[in-house]
């Protein structure tokens, strides 16, 4: 493990560290021992780690980033109560669930979460159904609604009135996600189950059912927070 932090130094006077494309299969469990504990940010994208642990004493960290990495849970993560942003797009994340209830219980004070291009989240870009990452979105705001101070999810900023809609109607909008086994003629088509109909005073259009929706998982490659500027940081 040493030789592979070999040349890895801290900078922004000691607060951000950055271990990029050195094949880490885990975080080192002396990271804090060698770089010290007042890291704010730490970034560990492109590396092979498969759990989020060993960040206890790490205490002042508001900046963890992991993208493309094998990461499957989030199970091991500590407590990190000063953590604003959590970047973990491309990874191995397929229980949705598992991973928001976490998200809830141990990084309460979030307000920057990416997830994209991972099995549990549809592409905003490439599903089928466009309607598939907004329902998305207002399941994990749903999932999330005790994290008030959220204000991006992935690349965009989320507003009040999705928010709104997500208490009213975020529970009906999980989407199923499409096993890596099913043929292409079934990742090709939308299904729709367990369809609620939302009652409203005008004609009801699209946006009025709701239910689980089948996507196409599209790959590694991070798509993550392509609108959020260096001053929203």
Same mark, same amino acid.
């Given at each position: 493990?040493?030789?592979?932090?070999?040349?890895?130094?801290t900078t922004?006077?000691?607060?951000?560290?950055?271990?990029?494309g050195?094949?880490?299969?885990?975080?080192?469990?002396?990271l804090?021992?060698?770089?010290?504990?007042?890291?704010?940010?730490l970034?560990?994208?492109?590396?092979?780690?498969?759990?989020?642990?060993?960040?206890?004493?790490?205490?002042?960290?508001?900046?963890l980033?992991?993208?493309?990495?094998?990461?499957?849970?989030?199970?091991?993560?500590?407590?990190?109560?000063?953590?604003?942003?959590?970047?973990?797009?491309?990874?191995?994340?397929s229980?949705?669930?598992a991973?928001?209830n976490?998200?809830?219980?141990?990084?309460?004070? !979030?307000?920057? &979460?990416?997830l *994209? /291009? @991972?099995?549990?989240?549809?592409?905003? $870009?490439? +599903?089928?159904?466009?309607?598939?990452?907004?329902r998305?979105? !207002?399941?994990? &705001?749903?999932? *999330? /609604? @005790?994290?008030?101070?959220l204000?991006? $999810?992935? +690349?965009?900023?989320?507003?009040a009135?999705?928010?709104?809609?997500?208490?009213?109607?975020?529970?009906?909008?999980?989407v199923?996600?499409?096993?890596?086994?099913? +043929?292409?003629?079934q990742?090709?088509?939308?299904?729709?189950e367990?369809?609620?109909?939302?009652?409203?005073?005008k004609?009801?259009?699209?946006?009025s059912?709701?239910?689980?929706?089948?996507?196409?998982y599209t790959g590694?490659?991070?798509?993550?927070?392509?609108?959020?500027?260096?001053?929203?940081?």
């Amino acid at each position: 493990m040493t030789d592979t932090l070999e040349g890895i130094s801290t900078t922004n006077n000691g607060t951000h560290l950055s271990i990029i494309g050195r094949d880490l299969e885990s975080i080192p469990t002396d990271l804090a021992s060698q770089f010290g504990e007042g890291i704010t940010e730490l970034h560990l994208n492109h590396n092979n780690i498969k759990r989020v642990q060993h960040l206890e004493r790490f205490s002042k960290l508001k900046s963890l980033v992991l993208d493309n990495n094998d990461v499957e849970d989030i199970s091991d993560a500590p407590q990190l109560k000063e953590l604003e942003t959590f970047w973990i797009n491309s990874n191995n994340v397929s229980d949705l669930d598992a991973f928001l209830n976490i998200i809830e219980r141990r990084f309460p004070n !979030l307000k920057w &979460l990416s997830l *994209l /291009k @991972n099995p549990a989240c549809p592409s905003e $870009l490439t +599903s089928h159904d466009t309607d598939d990452y907004q329902r998305h979105r !207002l399941y994990v &705001l749903y999932k *999330l /609604k @005790n994290l008030k101070q959220l204000k991006y $999810l992935d +690349s965009k900023e989320v507003s009040a009135a999705e928010r709104k809609e997500a208490e009213t109607r975020g529970s009906f909008c999980k989407v199923m996600v499409a096993t890596p086994t099913q +043929s292409p003629e079934q990742d090709n088509v939308p299904v729709i189950e367990n369809v609620s109909q939302v009652s409203q005073s005008k004609k009801p259009q699209a946006s009025s059912f709701f239910g689980y929706t089948k996507h196409v998982y599209t790959g590694k490659h991070s798509e993550g927070n392509r609108f959020i500027k260096n001053n929203d940081l």
